[in-house]
């Protein structure tokens, strides 16, 4: 059982990846059937002998199998669209978070706070804890707010990252020169591993992302004390 949990998605931390998770299901559900009905008409042609020397043409089935994938491709899209909208949404945010990609590490700049920034490094094996994971906890966590809508500005200083926690559903590139945002609400405590997702160098695979998500008193208390750090 753990091999095969492993082949699936995180256990979702947002609506966002909520919504990823129902349309993947939705989609497979769609793909299943499709290729049990055609297994099934594959297979069902090996046995019979049926055979009609005279069959030229048959506008029924020429209509059916090109109207009937159209309207399997619309059951598709429709939820697709909705769901780019809504990863695409930014509503009004109450922390905002700008993320920075250097080669090889990440910056971040708490904006709505005065002297809160800090560089967050990959762990070394060596000075890792009995319970830290290899090649994914850092130095320096991002801690933000459960229950609130937050907004992470994404940029790079030498090439292109991308920042990318895959529990909370989003994914954005960090170009240099141009500034991407994202927006999450976090609905549970915890902490949440991501990875640079974009080959940016031969140390690409050692830049992670630690969101350490907390009450919102937990993290006013963790704001006080590294603004005065």
């Known amino acids: ?48 002998k049926f055979i009609n020397r005279n069959l030229l043409e048959e506008q029924t089935i020429e209509i059916i199998w090109t109207v009937l994938p159209a309207i399997i491709l619309v059951f598709i899209a429709l939820p697709s669209l909705r769901l780019l909208y809504l990863l695409d949404e930014v509503n009004t945010p109450s922390v905002t978070v700008k993320a ?9 700049e708490y904006s709505d706070f005065t002297q809160v920034e800090f560089d967050s490094y990959m762990t070394p094996t060596n000075d890792l804890p009995h319970s830290g994971f290899r090649l994914l906890d850092v130095d320096n966590r991002t801690v933000l707010p459960m229950n609130t809508q937050i907004r992470v500005l994404v940029s790079a200083a030498d090439v292109i990252h991308s920042w990318t926690v895959p529990a909370l559903g989003v994914k954005a590139d960090a170009i240099p020169g141009r500034l991407n945002q994202i927006s999450f609400n976090m609905t549970r405590p915890g902490l949440f591993y991501g990875q640079c997702s974009e080959i940016c160098g031969a140390n690409h695979s050692f830049m992670p992302i630690v969101v350490e998500s907390t009450s919102v008193e937990s993290f006013l208390d963790w704001i006080s004390v590294t603004s005065n750090s």
Not at 100 to 108: A, D, N
Request: glycine share 6%; net charge negative.
């Open 1 to 48: 059982m753990t091999m095969w949990s492993a082949l699936g998605f995180q256990d979702s931390a947002s609506p966002l990846m909520e919504q990823l998770t129902f349309f993947h299901d939705h989609a497979m559900l769609v793909l299943i059937l499709i290729t049990t009905l055609v297994g099934y008409m594959l297979l069902s042609l090996f046995p019979n």
């Open 100 to 108: 920075i990609g250097h080669q090889w590490y990440w910056s971040y």
